[in-house]
Structure formats: structure tokens, C-alpha cells
């Protein structure tokens, strides 16, 4: 049984900085983070692949990062430069496939999620 747990989510001030980590039990060749808002469809974040080939949405570029520490079982999420925008659950995902789609509909298996807050 594959298992996902992320933590790191909190409250921050507009411009501050969190980081986001998901311990996994197994990983596939594709992990990534997705968020959603209340009503609003679960969206891609950032995906890595297991060459270390990585995605991001336009809207993260230049202040998140994404990364894998396979020896500690370990996905992280990097988040600077934080916006009141940014504010919703995060979800740490495993794809189906060996190449990232970025889609919810190919995820696999989810954590349970953590709330990132940011305040302007």
C-alpha cells in the first residue's frame, strides 16, 4: 500500500517563504504537488521525474522548486516569494506513468494535504 504524507504547510505573510515535504512509502518515476481552492479544480503545481527533469505551472516559475531526496523517501516543495494567491491545499501526488502529465485524472495516489495560508 502506497502512502503519502505531507507536512511544512502553515500561515505566512505575502513574500515569506514555506517548504513543503512528502514522505512516501514508494515512489513512482513521476511525483509532483497539485493545490486546490474551495469549488475550484485541483491544479498541477510542480512535477519532477525520476531523471530529475522537472514542470512547473506558469504561475510558480522562478519562486517555487521542486525536488527528490530518494534517500529519505522524501519530495519537497520549495516556495518563495509568497502570494495571497498561493493560499490553498497542497497535495503531494504520485503519477501512473513513467513521463509527468501534470494531471490529476493520471494521479495514482495522494496524500492527505496541507494548508498554506498567505496573508497580504
Known amino acids: 500500500q502506497v502512502q503519502l504524507m505531507e507536512s511544512g504547510g502553515g500561515s505566512v505573510q505575502s513574500g515569506g517563504s514555506l517548504r513543503l515535504s512528502c514522505t512516501y512509502t514508494?515512489?513512482?518515476?513521476?511525483m509532483g504537488w497539485f493545490r486546490q481552492t474551495p469549488g475550484a479544480e485541483r491544479e498541477a503545481v510542480a512535477h519532477?521525474?525520476?531523471?530529475?527533469?522537472?514542470f512547473y505551472a506558469d504561475s510558480v516559475k522562478g519562486r517555487f522548486t521542486i525536488s527528490q531526496e530518494y534517500a529519505k523517501n522524501t519530495l519537497y516543495l520549495q516556495m518563495n516569494d509568497l502570494k495571497p494567491e498561493d493560499t490553498a491545499m497542497y497535495f503531494c501526488?504520485?503519477?501512473?506513468?513513467?513521463?509527468?502529465?501534470?494531471?490529476?485524472?493520471?494521479?495514482?495516489?495522494w496524500g492527505q494535504g496541507t494548508q498554506v495560508t498567505v496573508s497580504s
Open positions: 519532477i521525474e525520476r531523471d530529475g527533469r522537472t
Open positions: 501526488a504520485e503519477e501512473r506513468f513513467t513521463i509527468c502529465t501534470t494531471s490529476p485524472e493520471h494521479v495514482a495516489y
Open positions: 514508494t515512489s513512482s518515476d513521476c
